[in-house]
């Protein structure tokens, strides 16, 4: 395979050039080097390079700010991934695009399928489903992986903020009422190879964590595995708090849990985001 990654510096990017199984060439870029928001800077480096796979882990991803950029969130979470799909058919590779848990409103108290109906509460949610379609329009063979409250050892995010927050305060009040699966990125890098081995259809596919919570249960879940491990002394009290009690610019779904059988039916398991976060906490 002959990759050329995008967003190599992200969470996800940096995880799968981890995991990058022996043989595989790759051409990892980050928006210093491939701004994949031009398409002329895309095509070119998609025909120089020539892929069999582009592997788009660029994208907008501050959820809060994209409410007041909307223009620059459409750009590269719409604009981008369909230049890389333009680009990906001009070659005949293969484009495997990642999305988001926000492109539902949360309304569901069941998991979410594939094809259920979409309905983003903000912008991020919004850009991202306009990419997903996009993707899908130029290339319908394009691999398009819906994946949800990703954390890892790289970049920002969630566990890395709560045990900052730790070390700064003895109480945290964290949001009880919306209900995600921490989904740990080197496990969505690691479906993503277990996919084009694979060889599946294309289309969309869901991928998370086996364990739904609450940011709450997941922050006391962050804390009880540090404390453990030794990463912190002593946990802090967290308080659970309403979504009403905690105002942040952009709506975000109460319940964005994903259902998984279509990526099970091809022997992928979902992430086991307790087990990945007892090996990542101490690298963070
Ligand atoms: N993080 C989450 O909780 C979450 C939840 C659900 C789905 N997802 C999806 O999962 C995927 C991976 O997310 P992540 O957390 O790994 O993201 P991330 O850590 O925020 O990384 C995104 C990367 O995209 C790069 N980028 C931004 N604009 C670019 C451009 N115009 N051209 C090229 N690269 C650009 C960034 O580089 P710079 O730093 O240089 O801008 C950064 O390296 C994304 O599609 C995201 O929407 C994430």
Same mark, same amino acid.
Not at 52 to 73: F, G, P, Q, R, W
Not at 191 to 207: C, E, M, P, R
Not at 251 to 263: F, G
């Given at each position: 395979?002959?990759?050329?990654?995008?967003g190599?510096?992200?969470?996800l990017?940096?995880c799968? &050039?981890?995991?990058? /199984?022996?043989?595989?060439?790759?051409?990892?870029?980050d928006s210093?080097?491939?701004?994949?928001t031009?398409?002329?800077?895309?095509?070119a %480096?998609?025909?120089?390079f020539? /892929?069999?796979?582009?592997?788009?882990a660029?994208?907008?991803?501050?959820?809060?700010?994209?409410?007041?950029?909307?223009?620059?969130?459409?750009?590269?979470?719409?604009v981008?991934? @369909?230049?890389?799909? $333009? %680009?990906? #058919? @001009?070659?005949?590779?293969?484009?495997?695009?990642?999305?988001?848990?926000? $492109?539902?409103?949360?309304t569901?108290?069941?998991?979410? =399928?594939?094809?259920?109906?979409?309905?983003?509460?903000?912008?991020?949610? !919004?850009?991202? !489903?306009?990419? @997903?379609?996009?993707?899908?329009?130029? &290339?319908?063979?394009?691999?398009i992986i819906?994946?949800?409250? $990703?954390f890892?050892?790289?970049?920002?995010n969630?566990? #890395?903020?709560?045990?900052?927050?730790?070390?700064?305060?003895?109480?945290?009040s964290i949001?009880?009422? &919306?209900?995600?699966? /921490?989904?740990?990125a080197g496990?969505?890098?690691?479906a993503?190879?277990?996919?084009?081995? #694979?060889n599946?259809?294309?289309?969309?596919?869901?991928?998370?964590?086996?364990?739904?919570?609450t940011?709450?249960?997941?922050? &006391?879940?962050?804390?009880? =595995?540090? $404390?453990?491990?030794?990463?912190?002394?002593?946990?802090?009290?967290?308080?659970? =708090?309403?979504?009403?009690e905690?105002p942040?610019?952009?709506?975000?779904? %109460?319940?964005?849990?994903?259902?998984?059988? #279509?990526?099970?039916?091809?022997n992928?398991?979902?992430?086991?985001?307790?087990?990945?976060?007892?090996?990542?906490?101490?690298k963070?």
């Amino acid at each position: 395979m002959k990759v050329l990654l995008t967003g190599s510096k992200g969470q996800l990017g940096s995880c799968f &050039q981890d995991r990058l /199984p022996a043989g595989w060439k790759i051409w990892a870029t980050d928006s210093d080097v491939l701004d994949i928001t031009d398409l002329s800077a895309v095509r070119a %480096a998609v025909a120089n390079f020539q /892929p069999n796979i582009i592997v788009n882990a660029a994208a907008y991803t501050a959820v809060d700010k994209a409410e007041t950029e909307h223009e620059l969130a459409a750009l590269i979470n719409k604009v981008g991934p @369909e230049n890389l799909a $333009v %680009a990906a #058919k @001009e070659v005949g590779a293969r484009l495997v695009h990642v999305s988001t848990d926000y $492109v539902f409103d949360g309304t569901a108290s069941t998991p979410y =399928i594939e094809t259920d109906v979409t309905n983003p509460l903000g912008v991020y949610g !919004l850009t991202k !489903l306009d990419g @997903e379609t996009a993707v899908a329009a130029v &290339q319908p063979e394009a691999i398009i992986i819906r994946t949800a409250w $990703v954390f890892s050892e790289y970049g920002n995010n969630f566990v #890395k903020t709560m045990l900052r927050l730790a070390k700064e305060r003895d109480t945290l009040s964290i949001v009880a009422d &919306q209900r995600g699966c /921490p989904t740990y990125a080197g496990d969505i890098a690691q479906a993503i190879i277990d996919l084009l081995q #694979k060889n599946v259809s294309g289309g969309v596919y869901h991928f998370c964590g086996d364990k739904e919570v609450t940011w709450n249960e997941f922050a &006391q879940s962050i804390f009880s =595995i540090a $404390v453990c491990k030794g990463r912190l002394s002593s946990s802090p009290e967290v308080k659970g =708090i309403s979504t009403d009690e905690y105002p942040t610019p952009a709506k975000r779904p %109460a319940y964005s849990v994903l259902n998984c059988d #279509k990526i099970n039916a091809v022997n992928i398991d979902r992430s086991h985001w307790v087990n990945a976060l007892d090996v990542i906490i101490c690298k963070i």
